[in-house]
């Protein structure tokens, strides 16, 4: 019933919405705005959200499927800022905390919400009008852009990445790989811990040592493919073990010991300090930190 009473009071703001110049209020509840219908790659990084509509009484039948689909259009696009906002752009901050703090974040979101596109759409056998829409998490236009430009606004990252640090002096000297072939990737086994996806992550030992970050990652290629992989579920985890993943064919697995969080989130992972320099010394004969080659299973 909230479903269906909040679509017809989408029809009646569709007309309101669409002659103040197509515009999106201040805290981007009220969008009704020229959409296209994309053919989404299947392996494409995508933030989706449905929308519903039911046609009103009385009207034409060409009319009424008409002011529903507008009205799903209206209540998807909505239901799309809600999932955007709640976006981590790090541990410390969300989509919705860095539009209050500016502007020019507010006005990229809206545009962001401007370019979505319909992915499917269809009538729902009670007769209301579905419509899922999408924006892009990585990539050209997406979301992605939107928080690393805040990130670099900040200096935490850019296109001239920090290196890695190095392992402890002492862990160097008793060191023996356990294998002569070099891992060709990392993937941290966080499963069973709480941990929230984020565009900022990063891989910290129980001393507070930051192994592995944004710092560390071209903020062009985060754009594209974010700072790490995640994966999730047991499918997906067997997958990135078995070489399917971008922490290669042959990835070094570690096991978290925990996930941590500067504020609220948990959105970084714990290692211990020996699997840390472990990491760090494996890295300085690989450098797949170099390489970006990280992988969170969640």
């Given at each position: ?10 029809l009646?703001?569709i007309g ?16 009704l705005?020229?959409?296209a ?6 392996n494409a990084?995508?933030i ?8 009103p ?6 009319q009424a499927?008409?002011?529903?689909r507008?009205?799903?259009?209206l209540?998807?696009q909505?239901n799309?800022?809600?999932e955007?906002k709640g ?19 507010k006005?990229?979101i809206?545009?962001l919400i401007?370019g979505?596109?319909?992915i499917?759409?269809?009538i ?10 999408s924006?892009?998490?990585y990539?050209?236009?997406?979301l992605?852009?939107v928080?690393?430009e805040?990130?670099a606004?900040?200096?935490?990252i850019s ?14 000297q008793t060191y023996?790989?356990s294998?002569p072939?070099?891992?060709?990737g990392?993937?941290i ?7 929230v996806t984020?565009y900022s992550p990063?891989?910290c030992?129980t001393?507070g ?7 560390n990652v071209?903020?062009?290629y985060?754009?594209?493919h974010?700072v790490?992989?995640?994966?999730t579920g047991?499918?997906?985890a ?10 290669g ?6 096991k978290?010991?925990?996930?941590t ?9 714990v290692v ?6 472990k990491?760090?010394m494996?890295?300085?004969?690989s450098s ?8 969170f299973q969640?």
């Open positions: 019933m909230k479903k269906i009473t909040r679509t017809l009071l989408a009646s703001l309101s919405v669409y002659s103040a110049n197509l515009a999106i209020s201040d805290d981007l509840n009220a969008v705005l020229p959409v219908t994309a053919a989404v790659q299947d990084q995508r989706t959200a449905d929308g519903y509509g039911v046609a009484a009385g009207l034409p039948m060409g499927k008409a002011m529903a507008r009205a799903a259009i209540d998807a909505r799309l800022v809600g955007i976006t981590q752009i790090d541990s410390e901050t969300t989509v919705e905390m860095a539009m209050v703090q500016s502007d020019t974040i006005s990229k809206s545009g401007q979505a596109h319909i499917s759409e269809n729902e056998p009670d007769g209301s009008y579905k419509v899922t829409m924006v892009p998490a990539g050209v236009g997406s992605a852009e928080a690393y805040k990130l606004s900040e200096g935490k296109n001239n990445p920090e290196p890695a640090p190095k392992p402890a002096p002492e862990f160097v023996t790989p294998s072939s070099t891992y060709s990392l993937i086994n966080a499963q069973g811990y709480e941990l984020t990063r891989i030992d001393n040592r930051v192994i592995y970050g944004a710092k071209n903020a062009s985060a754009i594209s974010g790490v992989e995640y994966t047991a499918a997906m067997a997958a990135a073990n078995a070489g399917n993943s971008r922490a064919a042959n990835p070094l697995i570690i978290a010991v925990g996930t969080s500067k504020i609220v989130n948990k959105c970084d992972v211990s300090v020996e699997d840390g320099n990491i760090l494996e890295n300085t004969r797949f930190l170099s390489q970006y080659a990280v992988v969640r």
